[in-house]
């Protein structure tokens, strides 16, 4: 069985930075690409950013130059880093994988960016 677990999250003010991560655990033998959603109450989720196991990336426009996606293969992990963090980017993250072709989501953590 394959877990996806999350840490990081929190409340930062305007303008701060936080760091989000997921670790995929169980018995994996293929991860093809690992993602970031989000959702803020009231709206539809929608990707953040994504990356595959080669490190291609792309974002969402709204976090462009803001937001890095980074892995480490070793630990079968993805990173967020998000700079420059806006009150509009206050949502429920939440980590998805393509593991061993299946579609795994994490549990989803706050971040609450404060004006």
């Known amino acids: 069985q394959v877990q996806l677990v999350e840490s990081g999250g929190g409340l930062v003010q305007a303008g701060g930075s936080l760091s989000l991560s997921c670790a995929a655990s169980g018995s994996i033998f293929t991860i093809n690409a690992m993602r970031w959603y989000r959702q803020a109450p009231g709206k539809q989720r929608e990707l953040v950013a994504a990356?595959?196991?080669?490190?291609?990336?792309n974002y969402a426009d709204s976090v462009k130059g803001r937001f890095t996606i980074s892995r480490d293969n070793a630990k079968n992990t993805v990173f967020l880093q998000m700079n420059s963090l806006k009150p509009e980017d206050t949502a429920v993250y939440y980590c998805?994988?393509?593991?061993?072709?299946?579609?795994?989501w994490g549990q989803g953590t706050q971040v609450t960016v404060s004006s």
């Open positions: 998805n994988a393509d593991i061993n072709k299946g579609d795994y």
């Open positions: 990356i595959t196991w080669g490190g291609r990336t």
